[in-house]
């Protein structure tokens, strides 16, 4: 991961400072094959799968305990959400185009159980929330003036979570309880797409599909307690989200023309 890191900023570094050169070359009106071309913002719709070894064991856990639960809670491994960016640049070379984009997601997923106390009806709603901002290098291919192929979006990734424990039931207030993520942890993007231009520059649609590696060891109450393995044991859980998974992303683009 080190390895990677350093890597990735090595080329984050050559690529800016390039950008700020052919940006000088334009300037003079020096005419090369390269170009400079501003970016834009998106914002898009996806989803993210994951494994969540730990939340699930504590899920498995609590509809063992309530055998007469009239609905079980449902694991969890697919957030859905919205994703938002910004592309500050790309450096276009030929058909070529390498460029710097940074993005910030929430995803949500939400799960409930279904029982019966006092005679009343009660619900346990679990909500899991993961917010992820992202770093991305981004090589496109343009196969013409509409379409691109994104060859390639390597992005190093910062992701936190929060989860809600809310119970509601028939004449009572609702109860809620929050965990936070005690880090943000480091993880990595790998994505390829096609990008389809309305207006060349301008207006464009772009659609993304990779694999995300990321985890979320432990998670903690307001008042710093660590939240346990499951409900039988006094154990701390090292392992609420053990490893990401396939995401996919539609999005749309408004871009700064360069010209």
């Given at each position: ?6 890597s990735f900023?090595?080329?984050t570094?050559?690529i ?6 052919y940006?000088q070359d334009d300037c003079?009106g ?6 400079f ?9 996806g ?12 899920i498995?856990?609590?509809?063992l305990?309530?055998p ?17 960016g910004?592309s500050?640049?790309?450096i ?7 460029g ?5 997601s929430?995803?949500?997923?939400t ?5 019966t106390v ?18 991305i290098l981004a090589f496109e ?7 691109a ?6 992005g ?6 929060d989860f809600?424990?809310r119970?509601?039931q ?13 880090d943000?942890t480091l993880g990595v993007?790998?994505a390829?797409?096609?990008?389809i ?10 659609g993304?599909?990779?694999y ?9 109450f ?18 609420f989200?053990?490893s ?9 683009n ?6």
């Amino acid at each position: 991961m080190k390895k990677f890191i350093s890597s990735f900023l090595l080329i984050t570094s050559f690529i800016i400072f390039s950008s700020s050169a052919y940006s000088q070359d334009d300037c003079l009106g020096m005419g090369s094959v390269s170009r400079f071309m501003f970016g834009g913002l998106n914002a898009g719709y996806g989803f993210q799968q994951f494994s969540a070894e730990g939340l699930n064991h504590y899920i498995s856990v609590y509809n063992l305990n309530r055998p007469n639960l009239t609905q079980k809670m449902d694991e969890f491994g697919n957030a859905k959400g919205f994703w938002f960016g910004l592309s500050p640049f790309k450096i276009a070379i030929i058909n070529w185009a390498v460029g710097l984009k940074f993005s910030y997601s929430i995803l949500n997923e939400t799960n409930e159980a279904v029982g019966t106390v006092s005679g009343e009806t009660a619900t346990r709603e679990y909500e899991l929330k993961l917010k992820t901002f992202q770093v991305i290098l981004a090589f496109e291919y343009y196969l013409s003036e509409n379409f691109a192929f994104k060859v390639a979006d390597i992005g190093i990734t910062f992701t936190s979570a929060d989860f809600y424990n809310r119970l509601n039931q028939t004449g009572e207030q609702e109860v809620e309880q929050k965990l936070t993520s005690v880090d943000n942890t480091l993880g990595v993007n790998i994505a390829a797409g096609l990008i389809i231009s309305i207006v060349p520059e301008f207006i464009s649609i772009e659609g993304t599909v990779g694999y995300s590696y990321f985890y979320i060891n432990e998670m903690e109450f307001d008042n710093g307690v660590l939240l346990q393995e499951d409900e039988n044991s006094t154990d701390e859980m090292f392992n609420f989200i053990n490893s990401g998974g396939i995401f996919a992303f539609i999005s749309l683009n408004i871009g700064i023309p360069s010209d």
